[in-house]
């Protein structure tokens, strides 16, 4: 090979100064360049999910968007692991020397990329999320009680945690297969959290569903935080610090996080719990007799839930039932108002008309279904008939649709007198 | 001959001091090694299992020596965050890097990681790559050298924190003729102004670039001194084709 001069080589100091720092270097040349891509995918599908019916309050939309990470985090990890076996097999650990300086600058600064560019991927699956909720909601916030990204915090947190393990456990065991048994694992855990008890931390972003909705739960954030924030931490300074103070400093940290935690956990119960919903629900109505009632959070969709329940209370009247005066959304097991009648959480008229009339027939029989104190079958066939007559849509047997069908008001009066023979 | 019981005229730029390193499980890799390596090339020879990988790796701080101690009177080079000068540079035996950085990005991110300061990053980058004759080559990726041009690339990473003291672990091993012959080029060059420490099997690389010789036999010396003082060991001898060969088949030969 010809030795190379300076004359052939003039540019080399302008293109290096070009590289635009060690950042952009770091970035491009991270593993969370390569995850990107698949995390877009699943976030999309995430997104594309379930006819969007994730997206009717702001919390609950979050909550579906931080549901993307159940599959992305142990991929999160699994990728951070193929980068550290790569090096390892290369021979960075020898090429990076002794200085502890330079391995926590290295190992650092690889963390970081692979999870910034994988936070990139997860924000921009929530940014698509909430692109939905408003477009389901005019482009507005105004519905939204508590438009906080607080609960995003979270799921932010589990990214850093899952790269900084899966680097970590991929520099200390740098065989081939080790990415695979670190994702594996990481679905191991979550599935293990959940059959134990432990779906709080499972669950990826700062909200909890409660009688009335998502809501955004402050301990619950902070206790993600603190757990997840204190493994990324504890993974990454082992990493750079296999030996010496840094054990000490991850043993002291790891007591810490157990006082956090319990000191969380007990506000925990607190934050969670929801003594009185019916109370602190703001209702919005419409009509008269009955009055159709929504929880602020659902007012837009207080006219379909209106169609869906007014001809089914309507109709009960038909039969010699007063006319509720109100029907309002079901917000607990219990009754929330004197004469009204409770119904289906949600109600669309397409896919809840039937339960919202079994709700109804219930309240109008004034029977507690679990409870009867007569034929449980012969009970409940006689309400799929009632339902049926009142809906058109008839869910039984052949015979019982041609009785249905030829059933006139005597007759349905008959079956929810029947109903009511309960008590 | 063990050199170090001698005075030198010179002060050395790295002292072996009885350093003794015992692995896990009893096996002694070194015993009590004493050397003191004037400025200049110095090829490290020995067979396989002498301890010379044991020693480089004590001299770079990748292991602790059981007793003894390894001193660089004059201090070893290297520019870290502050502007002072730490460390040294190591092209170790396995050097390599993912293959999808390219040249100058490896160059100009091991700045980093040796603590170049940020000012000078882009100048070092562009001074070891033409250091290395890789100038036509800064934008191509490491996947795409040959052997003899990665190992080039590797060796940016050793040369960015401009280290007084140098050490190359067996650097043309696996090499074709014409890729050995370019990379002792190199070397050459590189040592007019460095200390170069040089583990080899190949008495070529010696001949050509060696001012001091040091030879390690289980785990002990058996030669530490200048070349010229090496040479003279292989006349009279008949095995191996040139007197270096010569001699150091005899001092390992005397030896056992």
């Known amino acids: 090979m010809t030795p190379v001069t300076a004359a052939d080589t003039p540019d080399i100091r302008q293109r290096t100064t070009g590289l635009g720092g060690v950042w952009r270097v770091a970035l491009r040349r991270s593993a969370g360049l390569y995850v990107l891509p698949l995390m877009l995918v699943l976030e999309a599908i995430n997104a594309l999910s379930r006819d969007r019916d994730w997206a009717t309050e702001f919390s609950g939309t979050l909550n579906w968007s931080g549901s993307a990470l159940i599959l992305a985090a142990p991929l999160i990890a699994g990728a951070a692991a193929a980068e550290s076996v790569t090096l390892r097999r290369h021979g960075a650990a020898e090429l990076l020397g002794v200085p502890q300086a330079r391995r926590q600058r290295f190992h650092a600064m690889r963390v970081a990329a692979t999870a910034l560019w994988c936070t990139l991927g997860h924000l921009l699956g929530t940014g698509l999320c909430l692109g939905f909720y408003l477009a389901d909601h005019g482009w507005s916030l105004a519905q939204a009680p508590d438009p906080t990204l607080v609960p995003v915090l979270p799921s932010l947190a589990l990214i850093w945690t899952a790269t900084a393990l899966g680097s970590l456990v991929g520099w200390a065991r740098p065989e081939m297969l080790t990415p695979l048994l670190v994702a594996a694992g990481f679905y191991a855990v979550w599935l293990l959290l959940v059959l134990n008890g432990g779906e709080h931390l499972a669950m990826t972003s700062g909200t909890a569903a409660t009688p009335i909705g998502f809501r955004v739960r402050s301990s619950l954030i902070a206790w993600q935080v603190i757990w997840f924030g204190s493994l990324a931490f504890a993974g990454t300074v082992w990493h750079v610090r296999p030996r010496g103070p840094a054990r000490t400093a991850i043993a002291s940290m790891t007591v810490l996080l157990v006082l956090g935690s319990g000191s969380v956990l007990w506000s925990l119960d607190s934050d969670v719990s929801e003594p009185d919903p019916g109370a602190r629900a703001r209702w919005i109505c419409q009509g008269e007799r009955p009055q159709v009632c929504v929880t602020s959070e659902f007012a837009a969709q207080l006219s379909s839930f209106d169609q869906a329940v007014r001809p089914v209370a309507i109709a009960l009247a038909r039969l010699g039932k007063d006319a509720p005066l109100r029907v309002e959304q079901r917000i607990d097991q219990q009754y929330q108002t004197p004469r009204a009648m409770p119904v289906a959480l949600t109600a669309r008229r397409d896919t809840e008309l039937q339960q919202v009339t079994y709700n109804a027939l219930l309240w109008a029989s004034g029977c507690d279904d679990t409870k009867l104190d007569l034929d449980t079958e012969a009970w409940l066939n006689t309400e799929i008939k009632l339902a049926g007559w009142l809906t058109g849509e008839y869910a039984g047997d052949a015979a019982g649709a041609e009785e249905v069908r030829t059933a006139g008001p005597e007759q349905a009066r008959r079956w929810l007198d029947q109903m009511r023979s309960c008590s | ?256």
């Open chain 2, 1 to 256: 001959m063990d050199a170090s019981d001698e005075p030198r005229a010179v002060t050395p730029r790295v002292v072996v001091d009885r350093v003794t390193h015992r692995y896990r499980g009893g096996t002694v890799a070194l015993d009590d090694v004493k050397a003191q390596w004037p400025h200049g090339t110095i090829a490290l020879l020995g067979p396989n299992g002498a301890g010379k990988s044991t020693l480089l790796r004590i001299l770079v701080g990748d292991l602790t020596a059981t007793s003894g101690r390894i001193a660089f009177p004059t201090g070893v080079g290297g520019h870290d965050d502050e502007g002072g000068r730490s460390g040294l540079g190591y092209l170790p035996q396995k050097a390599s890097w993912p293959g999808h950085f390219s040249v100058e990005e490896f160059a100009f991110y091991f700045c980093w990681v040796h603590g170049v300061p940020k000012r000078q990053r882009a100048s070092r980058t562009a001074e070891v790559i033409e250091a290395v004759d890789l100038g036509r080559h800064a934008k191509v990726k490491l996947a795409a050298l040959s052997g003899g041009q990665h190992r080039r690339a590797m060796l940016t990473q050793a040369l960015v924190g401009d280290p007084a003291v140098l050490v190359l672990d067996e650097p043309t091993a696996g090499f074709d003729p014409g890729q050995r012959i370019l990379f002792r080029e190199l070397v050459g060059r590189l040592g007019t102004d460095r200390t170069i420490i040089l583990s080899t099997h190949l008495i070529e690389d010696v001949e050509s670039l060696a001012t001091w010789v040091t030879v390690l036999d289980q785990g002990t010396v058996a030669f530490d001194g200048a070349i010229t003082e090496f040479a003279p060991l292989g006349e009279g001898t008949r095995s191996g084709s040139s007197l270096l060969e010569k001699a150091y088949l005899n001092v390992l030969g005397v030896r056992s």
